[in-house]
């Protein structure tokens, strides 16, 4: 055989070698993180089991959850109160500019249903009531005084915050 020849089958011999042990450390890693797997598995259940226990044992917070998420299924969930601040301040600009609440609602979230979706107790992601909140701030009427947030209801009160 060729001198050549040799050097290159040793080379292959050697890394077949060389991937065979990578390989056989991979499938050891690989067992030792099935093995864990009973034990992960059932810790996560014993936390579900005690988050249970606790909302059980939470009695009227839980029927109030329990009533929350019942009317949620219907579709007539109470809104959440930024989803609730939201929805009145697109609806006061939309007033005072003599816009629909749907086209306010396009401008300020990128969609004109947002509006709708969320007074039948959908929810809206963070990032988009940022836009709104920037939205509806950056172009509130100077003339039209901004609300105040509140529990109880939007009292007329200061100038929108700006920028």
Known sequence: MDEDVVVRLHRIERQLTADRIALERRLDQLDRR???LPTLVGAALDTKRGDLESVLAGGARAARRG???ASAA???APLDRTAAYLVALV???AEHTGRSAGTVSRLATGS???IVRLRRGSTITAR???RALRYLSDNWPEDLPWP???DEALPIGQAPPRG
């Open 34 to 36: 099935l093995a864990e």
């Open 67 to 69: 009533a929350s998420r």
């Open 74 to 76: 219907t579709g007539t």
């Open 91 to 93: 609806e006061l600009f």
């Open 112 to 114: 004109g249903d947002t």
């Open 128 to 130: 988009r009531i940022d």
């Open 148 to 150: 105040n947030r509140s």
